[in-house]
């Protein structure tokens, strides 16, 4: 969990607004934190619920069924990974030294500890295609086929 020195006023949208003593004002009584240890969260909080994880499951194979453990673990898995990549973007807003999380600090999170890029969101240039060296063998095959 992230203290309070790391959060940044844009979570405020998606977790709940911060006061100074790092608690979270939340929209209900009875909401929870995954990070408290209790593994309890609030459907409110939670970006993935289990209806959604069947649906996410049906559209790939309508025929498969996913046991209660493997949806919580999918579940805590999701929650992990939204939760760690707002922290690495909160410290990489604070690196730059700004008051607030830009579409870029999520993106190059995402880019240098995932290889994972989201296009549409940020910079709409175009990004470098890296061509992949040919081998000598592969060249070899290639004069084959040409040969015959």
């Avoid at 409110?44 to 069924?65: H, S």
Wanted: charged letters at 25%; one cysteine or more.
């Amino acid at each position: 969990m992230a203290s309070p020195s790391q959060s940044s006023p844009a979570l405020g949208a998606a977790t709940g607004a911060s006061n100074s003593t790092g608690n979270t004002k939340g929209s209900g009584a009875g909401s929870t934190s995954s990070a408290a240890g209790s593994g309890a969260t609030d459907s409110a909080t939670q970006l993935l619920t289990k209806p959604r994880l069947q649906e996410l499951v049906r559209e790939i194979d309508p025929t498969e069924q996913l046991d209660e453990e493997v949806e919580e673990l999918l579940l805590q898995i999701a929650d992990d990974f939204v939760e760690n990549t707002v922290n690495a973007a909160c410290l990489l807003a604070k690196h730059r030294k700004v008051p607030k999380v830009e579409v870029r600090d999520v993106q190059l999170h995402l880019e240098r500890n995932w290889n994972m890029w989201i296009p549409g969101f940020g910079t709409d240039e175009l990004r470098p295609y890296k061509r992949a060296t040919v081998t000598e063998a592969h060249k070899q095959r290639l004069a084959l086929i040409r040969k015959a």
